[in-house]
Structure formats: structure tokens, C-alpha cells
């Protein structure tokens, strides 16, 4: 047991080290601003409750000189939507893709059609879920060209309203900073530390186009990082920066949506089951295990309290990043509870894959699975 404890402490010290580093080193977009041609690329699919808001953030964009809505064979009102904002504005333009081709994500398969039409230098692609802060787009552009960058994703500022959404979409920035060293990926172009979120990603055209665009990865469930991890392979410079006071998102409403939405990442966010597991190991192992264990310390042993200064390393971490991206507080101490739902998710994500069942988002079934996911 003391050996466990002593792997479990190291890892969850190193663990907190990571997000110390994260919380004071990721950088954010500056404030400068530099005159760019912007075209917004907005794929839909069944978007009209989030459509509008998207659209009048980035009506204020002085930069974008059209914002091409592609209207993913919705069956609600969001080819109406769009329409409506075109008739108001001459910027805003419905695209129809065809129908979905074999081998093709519909999310892909809306963002190629997109960039396919698009008329600027510079294509910044929104989810319809984002909203963009005033000057965002030409900010952006600035500091793409500060970096050298041809590729630059903001990781948006969470929205989180429901009880639901406070408790476990932090999560989503503690996976992430648990395990990505933010200030080595603006230093080194490997193509392992290529990271992106699609919400909110700008890439240089002429390069978008040279390299194939989506069709890079057509069949991607996880296809924005998939994306950025194909332009360092290319020798383009691609990061991704906070993107607090640029973007934010609302990404989920309910617990059922929050499930849905994680099962269709999580798994696929995985190259192979070894990857995955490995990933499930550290969280059950390091992340949740010592809260269940740390009562040993009771009785005085060794292995109780490193247990309990693991479970304490792990509170911290949630901590500082509550404090650096405006998280709920309490959210901390119900990180068990998160950890838990964390866990079951990544389970049926796989068990949904393996099985060939696949997972579903928007009407769609995908059953794309990871390098030597077969059962």
C-alpha cells in the first residue's frame, strides 16, 4: 500500500506542477488589432437556438467582410435564421452542402464546403455555440502575424449557467492542463503538442487550401486537433491560446447534453485503447482513488497521509484553475463526484465504439474507432 501511495503522490505532485505552469504561462490574445480580410465560417446543423447570438457577435467585427453560414441539412428553423440575418445584412450568405459523402464527418464535411467559397485571407471557423468578444477577428489576425502562425485556435471562455454545467465542465480545462504543457507548444512545433479547439480556430487560406483543408481529416470525430496536429506535420506553425476575453462558449445546457457530448469526444480523442486506458488509469488512479483512500490516514500510516497530500495536490490544481478561468469554487470540492461522471462517460464512449454501436451527435451515427479498438 505505501508503494501505491508513494506512485499515486509523485503523479499527482507532477500533475499539479503541470497546472502551475499552465495557469501562469498560457498566454492569452493580445490586445493590438492589424487590418485583415475575414471571412467567419459558421457550420449548422440544427443551430437555431444559438445561431442568432453567434451572428450579432460577429456582426461587430469591423474586419470580416462575409460570414458564410453553411446550413448542415437542418431540419429546424436555421436555414430560416440565416436568411433572415442576410436579408438585414449583404455579409451574411447561406451555403447548402451537398449530401454527406461516405468516409465524411458532417462537421468536416460543412467546413470544407465553407472554405471552399470563402473569399478571405484569413478564415476564422465558429462553432454556432460561440460568441466572439468585440475586435476578436482582428485581434486574432494580429497576433497571428506577431507569432508567424497560419494556425491559431482560442480555447474558449466556458458559459456555464445549470448546476449541471458548473459541476463538471471545468473538467474540461483540467483535462486538458493536466496533461498539455501550454508554454513548451508556443515554443516547439512538434506535432504531438498541436492542440485546438473548434470553436474557435483562424487559419491563413492560401495554406488551408495547399494542405487539403478538412479533407485532412474528413473522418475525424476529434478532427480540430487532428487538424492542428496535420499543420506542424507540414511545417506550419499552428497554437492554440487561452482564448478568455476573445471567445466564449455555452457549450452544453444539461447533464443529458453534457453526457452526449463528451461520449462522442472521448474515446476518439484516442489514437489507440492503450492511450485511452492509460488516460482512465491516471484519473481513477490518481485523480479520484485518493479521496477513497485518504481516511487511512486515520490510523496514523505512511500511506494515508501521502494519500491524503495526493487527494490535497489535486484540490489545488482545481483550484488554480477556478481562480485563473473564473470556475466556481465549490466546483473544487465536489471534484470526486466530476471525477466519477468523468469516468463512466469515457467507459460508454469506448463501450459504444468497440461494440460498432458508434456514437451519435446531431441525428448522425459515426462508428469511427482508434488504432486496435476491435473487440
Known sequence: MLVLATIVFALSLGALAVVAINAIGWRRVGNLTAPAKVSVLIP??????????????????????????????STDRTPDIIESYAAKDRRVKLVKPPALPGGWCGKT??????????????????????????????????????????????????????????????????????????????????????????????????VYRRLGGHELVKSELFEDTRLAQHWRAAGERSLCLDGT???????????????????????????????????MLMHAGVFLLPFGLALLVLDGSMAGALFMAAALSVLLARLLLALRFGHPLWSVLLHPAAELFLLAIGLASWWRVVTGRGVEWKGRRYREAPEGASV
Request: charged letters at 20%; glycine letters at 8%.
Open 44 to 73: 449548422a446543423r440544427n443551430e437555431a437556438e444559438n445561431l442568432p447570438a453567434c451572428l450579432d457577435s460577429v456582426l461587430t467585427q469591423p474586419d470580416v467582410i462575409e460570414i458564410l453560414v453553411a446550413d448542415d441539412h
Open 109 to 206: 464535411h460543412a467546413c470544407q464546403s465553407l472554405g471552399a467559397v470563402a473569399s478571405g485571407d484569413w478564415l476564422l471557423f465558429l462553432d454556432a455555440d460561440a460568441r466572439l468578444a468585440p475586435g476578436a477577428a482582428a485581434r486574432m489576425a494580429a497576433e497571428c502575424g506577431r507569432r508567424g502562425l497560419s494556425f491559431l485556435s482560442c480555447w474558449p471562455q466556458l458559459e456555464m449557467r445549470g448546476f449541471a454545467e458548473r459541476l463538471l465542465m471545468p473538467l474540461l480545462n483540467f483535462v486538458l492542463l493536466t496533461l498539455f504543457p501550454a508554454p513548451l507548444a508556443a515554443r516547439r512545433q512538434d506535432r504531438a503538442l498541436g492542440i485546438a479547439h473548434g470553436a474557435c480556430i483562424m487559419v491563413l487560406a492560401d
Open 245 to 279: 476575453g476573445t471567445v466564449r462558449v455555452r457549450m452544453y445546457r444539461s447533464l443529458g447534453e453534457i453526457w452526449a457530448g463528451f461520449r462522442k469526444n472521448l474515446y476518439p480523442a484516442f489514437r489507440s485503447q492503450a492511450g485511452f486506458w492509460a488516460f
